[in-house]
């Protein structure tokens, strides 16, 4: 039997995803070009806080690119079905 979906339960379009995804990595990837940029033109504490932020930008713009939805992906959970117990006493002629 074809598993049946509810509307709620379907993602999203692998399309809209992908430019979801791509917007937000682009966003996070021009604010790492500014980051490198002001190290050039700053000094003090302000170059250290924006090398920092040149240099773990990328990890977390993956993250957070790759974040379906800013939700969390939950899990389906599998029902355990019993086997069905059959009387056999019926089929194989031993009446009691």
């Known amino acids: 039997m074809p598993k049946?979906?509810?509307v709620t339960s379907i993602s999203e379009a692998p399309e809209r995803e992908r430019t979801r995804r791509m917007v937000i990595y682009t966003i996070s990837?021009?604010?790492r070009f500014a980051c490198v940029a002001l190290v050039?033109?700053?000094s003090g504490i302000w170059?250290?806080?924006?090398?920092i932020g040149a240099v773990l930008l990328p990890y977390f713009?993956?993250?957070?690119?790759?974040?379906v939805g800013g939700e969390v992906k939950?899990?389906?959970?599998?029902v355990k079905v019993?086997?069905?117990?059959?009387d056999?006493?019926?089929h194989l002629g031993d009446k009691q």
Not at 47 to 51: A, E, N, P, R
Request: zero cysteines; hydrophobic letters at 55%.
């Open 47 to 51: 170059q250290w806080i924006f090398g």
């Open 40 to 42: 050039v033109f700053t």
């Open 29 to 31: 990837m021009l604010i």
């Open 88 to 90: 056999l006493r019926n």
């Open 82 to 86: 019993e086997p069905l117990a059959i």
């Open 61 to 67: 713009a993956v993250v957070v690119a790759n974040n």
């Open 74 to 78: 939950e899990t389906e959970s599998h």
């Open 4 to 6: 049946s979906h509810v």
